[in-house]
């Protein structure tokens, strides 16, 4: 049964829905084929999770401010992940052990039923926090019963401990806990159930002087232990490494580490950390292995910087959206990320220019091949000269250098308007695959082998793409994409 105090937390969020729904959809920056807030704040997907052939992206949503608050859970539906329905509100912080906020956490079936587990953030009037992993159960996914904290905070931690993801291995479950150590150092927890509702602390597995890792972040966020073509990972979203080299120039980083996780004793012997993204806007990632084996990610396509107050879809009352959905393999040891198939269910006409030539240093533009929300796959035959670019829509502009063996992502930056640049080491381009949506793009390239993904801010008339280079041969296909369609109500 729903508390007096949920209801009212709902029916608010809904008549702020209603008030602002009209501008928001009016906002030229307003993304066609990415899930976003219907009005206020996103931030991380929440509770992934295929049950009963329907796919559930939940989402933690600020429906009050495009600002950070007391978060709710929204929540997406759909069977194929291009037509969705919207869904009412799974969680509102409603309860004195989520006061102020219904924090990120993870969904799993049991029995028929579905268990969201999630973090209830409690800050006190002198400003220290509390943290409970809570649990609320449905028989239909779209209703929650709240079962309450099953887990309170261990001795050893700050209260700086959040996002539970479980999962089941063997004959018992499994909890992650993001989670910072009493002298401030990033680490992540794992507990051990055999009923969902007692968690037994089995110990941490990585961070905080593990494994060589001995000063890598003040803060572990949002942690997930997967296995994935017969390793194990640990996918993380780190807070406070410092940049080096070309890498960890955003204020926080999200990235993996291969290894073997000893369920016996609870150990998880790993490499280094990878960044999973060479771009912008990218955080606080979750998978999920659907009915067909594919392990799926979304990311939040954002992040908590300085700029996100300048983000011009504010003046519209919403900010921030979800990545597309990505399907991870791990080859050699190197996870790489494809756009999910089912987003070619999107492709409008196709068209197709072989054999296109840039010879000295020439910029061109190529008849068709310009929009504002499409899908583009470069496929070179030849980069010989030692440049080869993309310039979307006058804004951002995607740079490789053969020699320097070195592909870089350059955006405005819409606070200071000055210039900033993501790069990573590449040696080969084969292949460029790009989404763009209308203030977003993500480029895949060599099939997944690094991802770029950043918000951009176009002039929204702005529908040119400008090819540059040297010595360069490639054929370009390019299809223009449909929107998401939405069914049900608002919120
Ligand atoms: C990551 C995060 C999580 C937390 C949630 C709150 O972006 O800070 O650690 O649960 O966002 O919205």
Redesign the pocket.
């Known amino acids: 049964m729903m508390t007096e105090r949920e209801a009212h937390l709902i029916h608010k969020a809904y008549e702020e829905v209603k008030k602002y729904e009209e501008q928001v959809e009016k906002d030229p920056y307003r993304l066609t084929f990415h899930l976003m807030p219907p009005v206020g704040l996103l ?2 997907p929440n509770g992934l999770i295929q049950y009963n052939d329907v796919y559930h992206v939940f989402f ?1 949503w600020n429906p009050f401010d495009t600002t ?1 608050g007391s ?1 709710f859970w929204g929540h997406y539906s759909s069977k194929d992940l291009i037509h969705w329905k919207k869904e009412s509100v799974a969680l509102a912080p409603s309860e004195w052990y989520e006061k102020n ?1 219904c ?2 956490g993870s969904a799993v079936e049991w029995a028929g039923k579905l268990y969201l587990f999630y ?1 209830g953030n409690v800050k006190k009037e002198n400003g220290d926090r509390e943290t409970y992993q809570c649990m609320a159960i449905s028989d239909d996914g779209i209703h929650f019963e709240k079962k309450g904290p099953v887990l309170e905070l261990p001795e050893g931690y700050t209260a700086h401990f ?2 539970p993801k479980v999962w089941k291995h063997d004959d018992d479950w499994y909890m992650i806990v ?1 989670a910072q150590t009493l002298d401030e150092k990033g680490t992540a927890v794992i507990f051990q159930s055999k009923d969902l509702y007692h968690w037994k602390e089995a110990g941490r597995i990585a961070g905080a002087d593990m494994n060589g890792l001995n000063d890598f972040g003040y803060m572990w ?2 942690p997930d232990l997967i296995h994935l073509n017969g390793q194990d990972l640990l996918l993380v ?1 780190p807070q406070g490494l410092e940049p080096s080299g070309h890498f960890y120039h955003n204020v926080f980083q999200s990235g993996y580490f291969v290894g073997k996780m000893d369920y016996d004793h609870v150990q998880f012997q790993h490499g280094p950390f990878v960044e999973l993204d060479r771009g912008f806007d990218f ?2 990632p979750q998978t999920f292995k659907d009915a067909s084996g594919r392990t799926i990610l979304y990311g ?1 396509m954002g992040i908590t910087d300085d700029m996100e107050p300048y983000h011009p879809t504010i003046n519209h009352h919403w900010v921030h959206a979800l990545t597309i959905p990505r399907e991870l393999e791990l080859r050699k040891g190197k996870l790489y990320q494809k756009p999910l198939e089912e987003l070619k269910g999107l492709r409008k006409e196709r068209l197709k220019v072989n054999h296109v030539n840039l010879t000295e240093n020439q910029n061109i533009e190529i008849q068709g091949i310009k929009g504002k929300a499409l899908e583009l796959i470069v496929d070179f035959l030849k980069i010989e000269g030692n440049k080869f670019g993309i310039s979307f829509r006058n804004e951002a502009v995607l740079t490789y250098e053969p020699e320097r063996e070195e592909i870089r992502l350059q955006r405005r930056n819409i606070k200071t308007g000055g210039h900033e640049i993501r790069r990573c080491k590449l040696s080969d381009l084969d292949k460029l695959h790009v989404f763009m949506d209308r203030s977003s793009i993500e480029i895949f390239i060599n099939d997944g082998e690094e991802v770029f993904t950043a918000r951009y801010f176009p002039d929204s008339e702005n529908e040119t793409i400008q090819f540059f280079g040297d010595h360069v041969e490639m054929n370009i296909t390019k299809w223009e994409l449909k929107p998401f369609t939405y069914t049900g109500q608002s919120i």
């Open positions: 931030n991380d933690q950070h978060k906020g924090y990120s973090t959040r996002d993001g966020e949002c979203s955080y606080a939040w």
